[in-house]
């Protein structure tokens, strides 16, 4: 796969921490606990983070990483964070309000902030380089994107979090031929209930979306296991897998 996940639990207690992947040393996709991976050199090398959305899962650490990188701020660098209108109105209003925390787009000065945010839009390409991350809609409880990521001659689809809609199914087929895909699998086929309620994934959901696929990926990857449910959903996953089988981020 042509990014390194940090974190891909869908809590607290599993084996990694909470979301977050790697793109490259200046390229984060959200900063869950997973973040806390990096070394302070290699987290001062970030400039660019992109928030699938709001949820404190995917966002929880990032007000203490950018605190570690004022040395961005010396340089006169700003570190960007991507996100969706709604996704960057959140943080605005719930985290970088001085309550919570400082607002990182007046220090250490309003002339040379460290944070700047740039609100993306679904099917918008942003280049940095040599790669390239395009945004999609997924299907959640709040406005989600997925992101695909074109680096290293390879395509990666994130999913992020989702739950099962035609309207996913449509925005991954138009991304064409991918490599890997990252499903996130937060139940048990037992609780679907509580996932379609949250707007979640189960096993079965997984296999729902993935058969939906005009073109099969290469890989298929498994994400966001709630930790208290992760055994069940395993055990799950081994029973009915798909012809190239689940590989799961731990």
Same mark, same amino acid.
């Given at each position: ?13 599993? #084996?990694?921490? $909470?979301?977050? #992947? ?10 869950? %606990? ?10 001062? +090398? ?7 959305? $709001?949820? $404190? ?11 570690? #990188? ?54 918008? +390409? ?29 395509? %990666? ?55 939906? #696929?005009?073109? +099969? ?11 208290? @449910? ?16 689940? +590989? @799961?981020?731990?």
């Amino acid at each position: 796969m042509n990014i390194h996940a940090l974190g891909a639990s869908g809590g607290l207690g599993g #084996l990694t921490g $909470s979301t977050c #992947l790697q793109v490259n040393e200046s390229i984060l996709i959200d900063a869950g %606990t997973g973040v806390t991976q990096l070394l302070l050199k290699q987290m001062q +090398q970030v400039r660019h983070i992109f928030l699938s959305h $709001s949820h $404190s899962d995917h966002i929880c650490c990032l007000p203490m990483l950018l605190g570690n #990188l004022f040395n961005v701020a010396d340089a006169g660098t700003p570190v960007t964070v991507y996100g969706s209108q709604d996704t960057l109105e959140a943080i605005r209003e719930h985290v970088f309000n001085w309550v919570i925390w400082p607002d990182m787009r007046e220090l250490p000065s309003k002339e040379k902030p460290l944070l700047r945010l740039q609100e993306i839009n679904a099917g918008e +390409q942003i280049w940095i380089d040599d790669v390239c991350i395009e945004p999609f809609r997924t299907y959640h409880t709040v406005p989600t994107f997925g992101f695909a990521i074109r680096k290293d001659n390879q395509t %990666t689809a994130f999913v992020a979090d989702t739950g099962y809609a035609e309207s996913v199914i449509e925005n991954i087929n138009a991304l064409g031929s991918l490599d890997d895909i990252i499903f996130e699998c937060s139940f048990p086929n037992e609780l679907e209930a509580i996932a379609h309620q949250s707007c979640h994934l189960t096993p079965q959901l997984c296999l729902q979306l993935l058969e939906g #696929l005009h073109k +099969q990926p290469r890989r298929v990857w498994i994400n966001h296991l709630k930790p208290d @449910v992760a055994d069940a959903v395993h055990k799950q996953l081994r029973e009915v897998q798909p012809p190239q089988g689940w +590989q @799961v981020l731990l």
